[in-house]
């Protein structure tokens, strides 16, 4: 399994705009700032949520070895997750404006996102999402 990647900007929540012409690629994004109180999005939830996944992954190496498996997917959710040997992750993505369906092993722990709230439930609300995680 590959990892992820962040493109530089992304986690401020940079807009760019790649036109499909030679040098298309050349001023997809503004410079970053040199300090940290400079940081593009106000209030800093995107470089902050950027942080906890990042945080995610470094507790869990496994996941860069793990087996990914899409288990749902429809134009406005996804659920996926990763297995190794002894571990699990569990993803849970919903951009519809209703909530879905959605069942969580009783062996994960809640450990990324909105729906951390409530530990395990039947649905996951409109414009939400999840990560739960083998403990």
Known sequence: MRSASIYAGDEQG????KYD????DAKIRKPLPCRPDDIL????SIWQLHRDLIAIRRERPWIADGQLEVTQVDNAS???QVRSQQNQLLVLLNI????????VPTNLVAVAGPALSQQRFAELPAQAWGIWASS
């Not at 940079?14 to 705009?17: D, I, N």
Request: proline fraction near 9%; hydrophobic fraction near 30%; include cysteine.
């Open 21 to 24: 012409r030679p040098g298309g």
């Open 78 to 80: 996804i659920t996926y």
């Open 41 to 44: 999005c106000q209030p800093t």
């Open 14 to 17: 940079a807009k760019g705009v």
């Open 96 to 103: 519809s404006d209703r909530a879905i369906a959605m069942s």
